[in-house]
């Protein structure tokens, strides 16, 4: 294809950082801290983004979720408890997060574990959630085979019109949060010549151990 032409001649050489693993904090939640708040002052679109990677019948499935918070040392995220993501984590909670921070030449993988989390904390973000997105997770069967974006359209119709009076919209049981405990963090700083930095935080019991992985 010629695509293909275009594909393979495509070639950046990472040289705008290093990391080295004395620079990196002995937490990985506080080095995760750094980089994301380097990533929020950066060029980077929507620097909370990663992808969430779950496994159905031992095939990988993955799709992009936006992190809403770090609470207790684990990473929260909301969605639909009913949506594919959502059964295949009834059924297996073993998760991978990923987040690319391509203006700052950065990558960090996350393995762990997902929980829901309390009540109260996903009633307490829906609620600060807009209106419309509040409606739209009311109304949204996600993940579900809908005719049409009609039928779409007229889901959110009906339940805009149900609660029209109702200033407080309730969260629905269906949604809700989740919060992944880590046990491994890879922080990848891209270098020259594809020779590029990777310090991964495994989790030893309640202590981290660094390692430096060839890239
Ligand atoms: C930038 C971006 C952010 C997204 N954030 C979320 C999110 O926070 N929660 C969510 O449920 N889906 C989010 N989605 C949609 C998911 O990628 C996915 O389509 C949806 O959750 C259904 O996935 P599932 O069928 O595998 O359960 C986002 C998509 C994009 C492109």
């Known amino acids: 294809m010629e695509i293909n032409k275009t594909l393979e001649n495509l070639r950046i050489n990472y ?3 290093a990391l080295d ?7 990985p939640l506080l080095q ?17 983004a990663f992808i969430l990677s779950t496994v159905r019948d031992q095939q990988p499935r993955a799709r992009v ?7 207790q040392n684990k990473f929260i995220f909301y969605t639909n408890y009913n949506s594919a993501k ?21 990558q960090v993988r996350i393995e762990g574990t997902v929980t829901k989390v309390s009540e109260e904390l996903s009633d307490d973000y829906f609620q600060k959630r807009p209106r419309g997105s509040q409606l739209g997770a ?4 996600q993940s579900q085979i809908v005719p049409n974006r009609e039928a779409l359209e007229k889901m959110f119709s009906e339940i805009e019109n149900k609660f029209k009076n109702i200033e407080i919209l309730p969260r629905p049981t269906h949604w809700g949060g989740y919060a992944v405990a880590p046990t491994l963090i890879e922080f990848w700083q891209g270098r020259n010549n594809r020779m590029h930095d990777r310090i991964c935080y495994v989790k030893n019991g309640k202590d981290w151990e660094l390692q430096r992985l060839a890239p």
């Not at 979720?65 to 609470?71: A, D, E, M, R």
């Not at 009311?138 to 069967?141: E, Q, T, V």
Request: proline share 5%; hydrophobic share 40%.
């Open 15 to 17: 040289q705008s950082a």
């Open 21 to 27: 693993i004395h620079d990196c904090d002995q937490d």
């Open 32 to 48: 995760f801290d750094k980089w994301l708040k380097e990533a929020l002052l950066s060029e980077c679109d929507e620097p909370n």
């Open 65 to 71: 979720i936006l992190l809403k918070g770090i609470h």
């Open 86 to 106: 959502g059964v295949e984590l009834e059924d297996n909670a073993k998760v991978a997060m990923t987040f690319m921070w391509l203006p700052l030449q950065r």
């Open 138 to 141: 009311i109304a949204s069967p």
